[in-house]
């Protein structure tokens, strides 16, 4: 069974290489819509694949990450890079330009890996990212398999390449949340007491 969630942020960037010459060559933005597709063979305690009111915390905070930042790729010009650094408090550095595709594979590798490291405690079984659909615009988007993710041909993105501003990460609920999500490491669920959990 999938079940599906939706999130939304605005971002501003520059994709290198690509056909347009506004986009390649100047800074613009977009309202996109990520869809978080969610698999699983079993029900859990509350008979659900996964309850939607644990994605309002580390995942929601992941992805909020890139609402009013700049999304810069880290093989850009240096001097792009150093200032938008100095001259914007919210940005992300990524290790793939900020293309649609590619931020399908880095949203999906980033929840990925959050919910792999994450202890599940409702009886969840085996519960996992589907797959992601990045909404550029209202008429395009771009969408992720894990084999996307694994592929070396659309380029590695190892969450060690990847950095958050101090701004970003300042706002997050956990402050630890991007070093928990590194291998050998695992996150525990919030308590579901307090939560709205009598839907979808």
């Known amino acids: 069974m999938l079940i599906r969630k ?61 609402d009013h930042s700049v999304a810069v790729w880290s093989n850009d010009e240096p001097d792009y890079v150093a200032s938008i650094r100095k001259h914007s408090e919210r940005w992300v550095l990524i290790p793939v330009s ?23 405690r409702n009886g969840e079984s085996g519960v996992q990212l589907y797959s992601v659909i990045v ?20 380029g590695l993105i190892d969450i060690d390449l990847i950095e958050f501003s101090p701004a970003i990460t300042a706002q997050w609920t956990n402050p630890g949340l991007f070093e928990s999500m590194k291998p050998k490491t ?7 007491e307090g939560l709205k959990t009598y839907g979808h």
């Open 135 to 154: 909404h550029e615009t209202e008429t395009g988007y771009a969408q992720c398999f894990r084999e996307d993710v694994l592929n070396p041909r659309m």
């Open 6 to 66: 939706l999130f939304r942020f605005e971002n501003a960037h520059i994709v290198r290489g690509c056909s347009t010459r506004r986009c390649s060559h100047s800074i613009h933005g977009h309202s996109y819509k990520v869809e978080l597709l969610l698999h699983a063979d079993a029900l859990d305690q509350g008979q659900m694949v996964y309850d939607f009111g644990l994605l309002k915390g580390d995942v929601r905070d992941l992805i909020d990450a890139f």
């Open 186 to 192: 695992s996150m525990v669920q919030p308590e579901l």
């Open 98 to 120: 900020p293309s649609a595709e590619q931020f399908s594979r880095l949203i999906f590798r980033l929840v990925d890996a959050a919910l792999t490291n994450t202890e599940m």
